[in-house]
Protein backbone atom coordinates (compact mmCIF):
# COMPACT_ATOMS: atom_id res chain seq x y z
CA UNK A 1 0.00 0.00 0.00
CA UNK A 2 3.24 2.40 1.04
CA UNK A 3 4.37 1.93 -2.86
CA UNK A 4 1.17 2.36 -4.28
CA UNK A 5 0.76 5.83 -2.26
CA UNK A 6 4.09 7.03 -3.02
CA UNK A 7 3.41 5.68 -7.16
CA UNK A 8 -0.20 7.59 -6.80
CA UNK A 9 1.89 11.10 -5.63
CA UNK A 10 4.95 10.57 -8.25
CA UNK A 11 2.09 10.32 -11.22
CA UNK A 12 0.00 13.53 -9.82
CA UNK A 13 2.97 15.55 -9.15
CA UNK A 14 3.66 14.62 -13.12
CA UNK A 15 -0.05 15.02 -14.06
CA UNK A 16 0.21 18.65 -12.23
CA UNK A 17 3.74 19.31 -13.59
CA UNK A 18 2.22 18.95 -17.51
CA UNK A 19 -0.68 21.03 -16.55
CA UNK A 20 0.98 24.02 -15.68
CA UNK A 21 2.85 23.45 -19.08
CA UNK A 22 -0.41 23.31 -20.97
CA UNK A 23 0.36 19.59 -22.14
CA UNK A 24 -3.18 18.49 -21.02
CA UNK A 25 -2.93 15.05 -23.12
CA UNK A 26 -0.59 13.86 -20.81
CA UNK A 27 -1.61 15.75 -17.50
CA UNK A 28 -5.31 13.36 -18.08
CA UNK A 29 -2.94 10.68 -18.69
CA UNK A 30 -1.10 10.68 -15.67
CA UNK A 31 -4.74 11.35 -13.90
CA UNK A 32 -6.15 8.71 -14.78
CA UNK A 33 -3.39 6.31 -13.54
CA UNK A 34 -3.94 8.37 -10.33
CA UNK A 35 -7.49 7.53 -10.28
CA UNK A 36 -7.13 4.02 -11.18
CA UNK A 37 -4.65 3.26 -7.73
CA UNK A 38 -7.02 5.72 -5.54
CA UNK A 39 -9.87 2.94 -6.08
CA UNK A 40 -7.40 0.41 -5.47
CA UNK A 41 -6.26 2.41 -2.45
CA UNK A 42 -9.15 4.05 -0.97
CA UNK A 43 -11.83 2.37 -3.22
CA UNK A 44 -14.77 4.25 -5.59
CA UNK A 45 -16.73 5.52 -2.65
CA UNK A 46 -14.39 7.80 -0.78
CA UNK A 47 -14.09 11.50 -0.60
CA UNK A 48 -10.39 11.17 -2.09
CA UNK A 49 -11.08 9.24 -5.46
CA UNK A 50 -13.93 11.82 -5.49
CA UNK A 51 -11.34 14.71 -5.48
CA UNK A 52 -9.29 12.96 -8.23
CA UNK A 53 -12.08 12.41 -10.71
CA UNK A 54 -13.44 15.99 -9.75
CA UNK A 55 -10.21 17.19 -10.68
CA UNK A 56 -10.14 15.37 -14.12
CA UNK A 57 -13.31 17.00 -14.91
CA UNK A 58 -11.94 20.42 -14.14
CA UNK A 59 -8.97 19.52 -16.91
CA UNK A 60 -11.53 19.14 -19.34
CA UNK A 61 -13.06 22.23 -18.74
CA UNK A 62 -9.74 23.95 -18.99
CA UNK A 63 -9.58 22.23 -22.77
CA UNK A 64 -12.84 23.90 -22.87
CA UNK A 65 -14.60 20.24 -23.32
CA UNK A 66 -17.41 20.77 -21.14
CA UNK A 67 -19.12 17.95 -22.06
CA UNK A 68 -16.33 16.03 -21.51
CA UNK A 69 -16.09 17.22 -17.87
CA UNK A 70 -19.80 16.93 -17.16
CA UNK A 71 -19.69 12.92 -17.20
CA UNK A 72 -16.55 13.53 -14.15
CA UNK A 73 -18.95 15.89 -12.09
CA UNK A 74 -21.43 13.54 -12.15
CA UNK A 75 -19.69 10.34 -11.49
CA UNK A 76 -18.30 13.02 -8.37
CA UNK A 77 -21.51 13.75 -7.46
CA UNK A 78 -22.68 9.90 -7.29
CA UNK A 79 -20.12 9.10 -5.01
CA UNK A 80 -20.27 11.99 -2.91
CA UNK A 81 -24.38 10.67 -2.37
CA UNK A 82 -23.16 7.42 -1.80
CA UNK A 83 -20.61 9.21 1.57
CA UNK A 84 -22.86 12.28 2.75
CA UNK A 85 -26.08 11.12 1.47
CA UNK A 86 -28.47 12.50 -1.30
CA UNK A 87 -29.81 15.41 0.79
CA UNK A 88 -26.82 16.44 2.84
CA UNK A 89 -25.11 20.10 2.46
CA UNK A 90 -21.75 19.02 1.55
CA UNK A 91 -23.00 18.01 -1.90
CA UNK A 92 -24.79 21.21 -2.81
CA UNK A 93 -21.47 22.55 -4.69
CA UNK A 94 -21.64 19.47 -6.72
CA UNK A 95 -25.14 20.02 -7.95
CA UNK A 96 -24.73 23.68 -8.51
CA UNK A 97 -21.38 23.03 -10.13
CA UNK A 98 -23.53 20.47 -12.74
CA UNK A 99 -26.09 23.19 -12.91
CA UNK A 100 -23.98 26.00 -13.94
CA UNK A 101 -22.02 23.28 -16.66
CA UNK A 102 -25.75 22.25 -17.98
CA UNK A 103 -26.53 25.69 -18.46
CA UNK A 104 -23.31 26.13 -20.01
CA UNK A 105 -23.74 23.47 -22.33
CA UNK A 106 -27.67 24.86 -23.62
CA UNK A 107 -29.29 21.33 -21.36
CA UNK A 108 -31.60 24.38 -19.57
CA UNK A 109 -34.00 21.85 -17.91
CA UNK A 110 -31.41 19.71 -16.41
CA UNK A 111 -29.88 23.30 -15.13
CA UNK A 112 -33.40 23.88 -13.75
CA UNK A 113 -33.49 20.55 -11.97
CA UNK A 114 -30.40 20.40 -10.59
CA UNK A 115 -30.45 24.14 -8.89
CA UNK A 116 -34.31 23.17 -7.65
CA UNK A 117 -32.43 20.30 -6.11
CA UNK A 118 -29.53 22.73 -4.80
CA UNK A 119 -32.68 25.38 -3.37
CA UNK A 120 -34.63 22.68 -1.78
CA UNK A 121 -31.56 21.27 0.80
CA UNK A 122 -30.10 25.13 0.62
CA UNK A 123 -33.59 25.97 2.59
CA UNK A 124 -33.97 23.48 4.18
CA UNK A 125 -30.01 23.58 6.10
CA UNK A 126 -29.60 27.22 5.95
CA UNK A 127 -32.89 29.05 5.97
CA UNK A 128 -34.78 30.87 3.19
CA UNK A 129 -32.62 33.91 3.62
CA UNK A 130 -29.45 32.85 3.03
CA UNK A 131 -27.06 34.10 0.03
CA UNK A 132 -26.98 30.48 -0.84
CA UNK A 133 -30.56 29.90 -1.48
CA UNK A 134 -30.29 33.52 -3.53
CA UNK A 135 -27.82 32.05 -5.61
CA UNK A 136 -30.00 28.88 -6.41
CA UNK A 137 -32.50 31.07 -7.40
CA UNK A 138 -30.70 33.21 -9.26
CA UNK A 139 -29.55 30.01 -11.01
CA UNK A 140 -33.12 28.78 -11.26
CA UNK A 141 -33.99 32.24 -13.12
CA UNK A 142 -31.31 31.72 -15.12
CA UNK A 143 -32.14 28.31 -16.19
CA UNK A 144 -35.79 29.49 -17.05
CA UNK A 145 -34.41 32.55 -19.25
CA UNK A 146 -32.75 29.73 -21.29
CA UNK A 147 -35.66 27.96 -21.97
CA UNK A 148 -37.71 30.81 -22.87
CA UNK A 149 -40.14 31.49 -19.61
CA UNK A 150 -39.20 35.00 -18.99
CA UNK A 151 -41.65 35.11 -16.30
CA UNK A 152 -40.94 32.33 -14.74
CA UNK A 153 -37.34 33.56 -14.84
CA UNK A 154 -38.64 36.89 -13.15
CA UNK A 155 -40.78 35.12 -10.34
CA UNK A 156 -37.04 33.90 -9.44
CA UNK A 157 -35.12 36.84 -10.22
CA UNK A 158 -37.29 38.99 -7.71
CA UNK A 159 -37.35 36.15 -4.84
CA UNK A 160 -33.40 36.45 -5.11
CA UNK A 161 -33.55 40.05 -5.52
CA UNK A 162 -35.31 40.07 -2.10
CA UNK A 163 -32.92 38.28 -0.16
CA UNK A 164 -29.66 40.26 -1.60
CA UNK A 165 -31.52 43.42 -0.80
CA UNK A 166 -32.16 41.65 3.08
CA UNK A 167 -28.61 40.89 3.52
CA UNK A 168 -26.26 43.47 1.68
CA UNK A 169 -28.94 46.77 1.40
CA UNK A 170 -30.14 48.01 -1.95
CA UNK A 171 -26.30 49.46 -3.27
CA UNK A 172 -24.52 46.28 -3.81
CA UNK A 173 -23.19 44.59 -6.86
CA UNK A 174 -25.00 41.18 -6.18
CA UNK A 175 -28.26 43.46 -6.29
CA UNK A 176 -26.73 45.31 -8.82
CA UNK A 177 -26.73 42.30 -11.00
CA UNK A 178 -30.31 41.42 -10.29
CA UNK A 179 -31.73 44.92 -11.59
CA UNK A 180 -29.95 44.15 -14.73
CA UNK A 181 -31.40 40.54 -15.02
CA UNK A 182 -34.62 42.16 -14.75
CA UNK A 183 -33.86 45.23 -16.92
CA UNK A 184 -32.96 43.08 -19.81
CA UNK A 185 -36.10 40.22 -19.73
CA UNK A 186 -38.54 43.48 -18.95
CA UNK A 187 -37.27 44.69 -21.96
CA UNK A 188 -37.98 41.22 -23.78
CA UNK A 189 -40.96 41.04 -22.63
CA UNK A 190 -42.09 44.28 -23.73
CA UNK A 191 -42.01 46.35 -20.83
CA UNK A 192 -40.67 49.39 -21.01
CA UNK A 193 -40.94 51.17 -17.74
CA UNK A 194 -39.92 48.61 -15.89
CA UNK A 195 -37.07 47.51 -17.73
CA UNK A 196 -35.78 51.47 -17.67
CA UNK A 197 -36.46 51.30 -13.61
CA UNK A 198 -34.23 48.06 -13.36
CA UNK A 199 -31.93 49.30 -15.85
CA UNK A 200 -31.46 52.51 -14.07
CA UNK A 201 -30.98 51.40 -10.36
CA UNK A 202 -28.48 48.94 -11.70
CA UNK A 203 -26.47 51.57 -13.24
CA UNK A 204 -26.90 54.11 -10.28
CA UNK A 205 -25.66 51.06 -7.92
CA UNK A 206 -22.63 50.04 -10.61
CA UNK A 207 -21.08 53.28 -11.27
CA UNK A 208 -17.23 52.63 -12.51
CA UNK A 209 -16.96 49.16 -10.72
CA UNK A 210 -15.58 46.60 -12.97
CA UNK A 211 -16.16 43.96 -10.90
CA UNK A 212 -20.02 43.80 -11.85
CA UNK A 213 -20.02 41.63 -15.12
CA UNK A 214 -18.31 38.31 -13.09
CA UNK A 215 -21.25 38.46 -10.38
Known amino acids: EENKSKKLFKLLDKSEEAEALG ?14 IAKDIFGLNDIRTAAFISKLGFLFLDQDLPEKALEYFEETLKIKETISGVNHIDIVSNIQ ?11 YNLSRDYFY ?51 YGDDHLKTAKLYQLLGGISLDLN ?15 VGGNKGYESL
Open 191 to 205: MIDDATLYIDKSYRI
Open 23 to 36: NYKNAVLYLNRVIT
Open 97 to 107: ALAELNFRIGN
Open 117 to 167: RALRINKKVLGKNHTEVAYSLKGLGSAYEGLGDLNMAGIYYKKSLKIYQKI
